[in-house]
């Protein structure tokens, strides 16, 4: 792995971890997540941030098979262009689901790659 990819799966984990200490444990739901205009944002600005990064990992290495790459990217360019039609239902599947998990996959990548 070159250094602008591991960088760029830096920033990913960074915005993942930024999203992941908005949430104490007992406010990880869709309806604390939605009644909170200031979280909301930040989330989606990360999301933002996430997907560009993605983009660029996925240009770059076209092999490469990380969960739900579309979903996000997509989610990510709508939030961008300022598209009211992202709905939070779809932003918290995504906060909830798919980037634990992403964040896993890049955890395992940059281990693997360090060997």
Not at 12 to 23: N, P, V
Not at 46 to 52: A, H, S, T, V
Not at 93 to 106: F, V
Request: charged residues 30%; glycine residues 2%; aromatic residues 6%.
């Amino acid at each position: 792995m070159d250094d602008k990819t591991r960088a760029w799966l830096y920033e990913i984990l960074k915005a993942i971890q930024e999203i992941e200490s908005y949430f104490d444990e007992h406010e990880k739901n869709l309806q604390h997540f939605t009644g909170q205009v200031i979280k909301k944002r930040a989330v989606e600005r990360n999301l933002e941030i996430i997907g560009n990064f993605l983009a660029k990992v996925a240009a770059h290495i076209p092999e490469l098979k990380l969960s739900n790459v579309n979903k996000i990217t997509d989610t990510s360019n709508r939030l961008m262009k300022g598209d009211v039609q992202v709905s939070e239902d779809l932003i918290w599947d995504i906060l909830a689901n798919d980037l634990p998990r992403l964040r896993e996959e890049i955890h395992l990548m940059i281990i693997q790659a360090s060997h």
